[in-house]
């Protein structure tokens, strides 16, 4: 069966399909909650007008009703309770739509120009200090959920109470949600969208009060980083600026006073010719730290932190503080590359 409906607004709550269908709509807000499908149904957006089939030579449908509408497009504002294992969309508005409830969700099939809600755009400023969100698909419920903290910044949509499905959720139902999306992309071979739905999820697990606190800081210090290993320019910034410190703390007080000069002292003794060897312990620079800002000194600071970022030794003498910062960076700076890497790879991956 097919169904070609225009109209300004379509409600399929707690309808049964037993048959497979396809609904071709145009200008419609689609609800269906609560909707059961035993067999695959497609619901697409028509981008031409309808035509009558017949006796009329194909000449073209009226929309005259509906023309205080605004474009042409399809918006599905309920899933609720639905099982989306046999449900296909194409070119849908998902704006507002609420998936919280929706079986099998990571089954469904999103085709063509299916779109989300997106964070606000603009910088907000949050007491003394800017606040920017990253672009990325959401769902609405996480708008709803944002809007409602007493922290929220303008642009986060708010919930619409005349609906009459509308449920109020937080991060606990809203990362499962996101789950099983980001696996419905996956399992499509489309990989650089499904990072968004991924840093959804990741998103609602830090900010779920009823997981350990232990959990909640880790994945604060791994969305500061590197955006959970999305965020390539934030990864790239933090390993500027883990590599800036360590040069300059290599210049001030990491290379010694002096670069050491072997010197070989011989003694004669009968037959017997000893030549020791002896390298002095490094000296702590003592100079003003102004005249330690020299060219010398910059290229052996640069050559220690470029052999740290790949992991090496850079076989330079170092003192006391300027072994252990080789140490910490040798640890902390090949990290922040290689989250950079995963960064780029999670969005060219095929």
């Known amino acids: 069966m097919t169904l070609s409906i225009a109209a300004r607004r379509l409600e399929c709550h707690r309808t049964r399909w037993e048959s497979t269908a396809a609904l071709r709509l145009r200008h419609a807000d689609v609800d269906f909650a609560h909707a059961v499908f035993e067999y695959p149904l497609s619901i697409a957006a028509e981008q031409a007008h309808f035509r009558h089939p017949r006796g009329t030579r194909g000449s073209v449908v009226p929309e005259d009703p509906l023309a205080g509408t605004t474009g042409s497009g399809v918006r599905i504002v309920s899933l609720r309770g639905v099982d989306a294992a046999h449900l296909v969309l194409a070119d849908i508005d998902l704006t507002q739509c609420q998936f919280t409830g929706t079986v099998h969700l990571d089954q469904i099939r999103l085709e063509g ?47 619409i109470p005349d609906t009459g499905h509308t449920e109020y959720v937080g991060p606990a139902q809203l990362a499962p949600v996101y789950r099983a999306l980001r696996k419905a992309f996956e399992d499509s071979k489309n990989e650089p969208d499904a990072a968004d739905f991924y840093y959804g999820e990741m998103e609602m697990r830090r900010h779920d009060h009823d997981r350990p606190r232990a959990e909640r800081a880790l994945l604060a210090a791994y969305w500061a980083l590197s955006g959970y290993g999305l965020r390539a320019t934030r990864a790239m910034v933090w390993l500027l600026l883990a590599m800036t410190g360590t040069l300059l703390v290599m210049m001030l ?79 902390t700076e090949p990290v922040l590359l290689g989250l950079a890497v995963l960064a780029i790879r999670g969005r060219i991956k095929r």
């Not at 603009?122 to 969100?133: C, E, G, L």
């Open 113 to 159: 120009n299916c779109t989300f809600a997106i964070v606000p755009a603009r910088t907000q400023w949050r007491r003394i200090r800017p606040q920017r969100f990253t672009q990325r698909r959401t769902l609405a419920e996480e708008h709803h959920w944002r809007s409602r903290q007493p922290t929220a910044v303008p642009g986060w949509q708010q919930a």
């Open 253 to 331: 007080w990491g290379l010694p006073a002096d670069s050491w000069k072997p010197e070989t002292v011989g003694s004669l003794s009968g037959r017997q010719v000893r030549l020791p060897t002896g390298k002095p312990d490094p000296v702590n620079p003592t100079n003003a730290l102004h005249e330690r800002f020299s060219t010398k000194r910059f290229e052996g600071s640069l050559r220690v932190v470029v052999n740290s970022v790949i992991f090496r030794s850079s076989d330079q003498d170092l003192t006391t503080a300027g072994t252990y910062t080789e140490m910490a960076s040798r640890l």
